[in-house]
Nanobody, 116 residues
Framework: QVQLVESGGGLVQAGGSLRLSCAAFGIRASFNIMGWYRQAPGKQRELVAAITSGSSSNYADSVKGRFTISRDNAKNTVSLQISDLKPEDTADYYC??????????WGQGTQVTVSS
């Protein structure tokens, strides 16, 4: 059974930093794509950042320059370094992994709360 487990969320003051991590278990090969979505209260889930196994990455416009995604293919982990946090970054953050066959697996989510 494939599982993705996130860690690193918490309560941070505006302007602060956090590092979210996600580890995948139960999968033999590397995910083709790994990334992070977030969902704020009352809003739809949105893609924050994604990275391919070849380390090509893309970001939502709202986080460019503040968020950095990285991954370790050998360990099947993906991380999201977040800096200059803003109250509007408050959300539940979910990591995901997509296989080369198009199967998508999700983590359980980790909460990030930014106080002003």
């Amino acid at each position: 059974q494939v599982q993705l487990v996130e860690s690193g969320g918490g309560l941070v003051q505006a302007g602060g930093s956090l590092r979210l991590s996600c580890a995948a278990f139960g999968i033999r090969a590397s995910f083709n794509i790994m990334g992070w979505y977030r969902q704020a209260p009352g809003k739809q889930r949105e893609l924050v950042a994604a990275i391919t196994s070849g380390s090509s990455s893309n970001y939502a416009d709202s986080v460019k320059g503040r968020f950095t995604i990285s991954r370790d293919n050998a360990k099947n982990t993906v991380s999201l370094q977040i800096s200059d946090l803003k109250p509007e970054d408050t959300a539940d953050y979910y990591c995901y992994g997509e296989t080369s066959y198009g199967l998508v697996y999700w983590g359980q989510g980790t909460q990030v709360t930014v106080s002003s």
